[in-house]
């Protein structure tokens, strides 16, 4: 190249160099905006990731919510049912076992005395014979051996009262260990064991005076202390009862709390 036309291009570039310039500024410019458009292009990408990621996650929080909300209203449903199951089964033992003390009472000749049927006629004790159950012969049985011999019916009408009234008391101690056992997975052991003890007692005392009873009917009175201690045993029981009441109270309390 001559000198002449490196002179000519200074002279080109410096004629031409606003023109020039503007070009450089122009892809200056171009590239910038490429790059502002790229970067905004990239942002935009991260925050709909990121925004796509959060409505994801509050969707998981949301199901994982509604789990923990629907355990427990399931444990808290399956508690309810236990209290009212628990609460139903202590009142229902504590009617049974009262119901077995009273019988049993009334099997000790504790709550009334017994009828004489001296001033039965024929209807009444046909009356009585139905309440117990009698079974038709043996009533029909009955009935001819009372109109033979009055004194000697009267005596076996005597024993039946007492033999019924055994039968009921056996029969409701019988059904009151039923349902304790029916229970025992709502009472704490220590009630368990005090419940236990107190149905034994009941059924023991029980047998007691069937045996006592079927002594006299054939003739035999070899136990005179056995009725003599009745009221004292019964108020034993009862006082027990008593206590054992206290402690089913405290159960249908923690029922409620």
């Given amino acids: 190249m001559s000198i002449s036309d490196a002179i000519a291009g200074i002279h080109w570039i410096y004629s031409n160099i606003a023109i020039i310039l503007s070009m450089v500024t122009a892809i200056g410019a171009l590239w910038k905006f490429h790059k502002q458009q790229k970067l905004s292009i990239t942002l935009q990408e991260k925050q709909e990731k990121a925004q796509k990621e959060l409505e994801t996650y509050k969707n998981e929080l949301a199901q994982q919510n509604e789990k923990i909300k629907h355990l427990n209203e399931m444990q808290m449903a399956n508690y309810t049912l236990f209290a009212q199951k628990k609460s139903e089964a202590c009142i229902a033992l504590f ?33 009585f014979l139905a309440e117990i159950g009698l079974a038709h012969g043996k009533k029909q049985e009955l009935l001819t051996f009372w109109k033979n011999d009055s004194t000697a019916a009267i005596k076996k009408l005597q024993y039946l009262q007492r033999r019924n009234r055994d039968i009921k008391a056996v029969n409701a101690i019988t059904e009151a260990a039923t349902i304790f056992r029916r229970s025992q997975l709502y009472l704490t052991q220590a009630l368990v064991n005090d419940i236990q003890s107190f149905i034994d007692d009941c059924a023991s005392f029980a047998n007691g005076i069937k045996a006592h009873n079927e002594l006299m009917e054939r003739g035999i009175f070899d136990q005179p202390g056995e009725v003599t201690d009745r009221p004292k045993k019964m108020n034993a029981l009862w006082d027990r009862m008593d206590k054992i009441t206290v402690e089913l109270k405290e159960e249908l309390k923690n029922c409620e709390s």
């Fill in 95 to 127: 009617v049974a076992l009262n119901q077995a003390l009273e019988c049993l009472a009334s099997s000790a000749g504790l709550l009334h005395q017994d009828n004489t049927f001296e001033d039965f006629d024929e209807s009444d004790i046909r009356n």
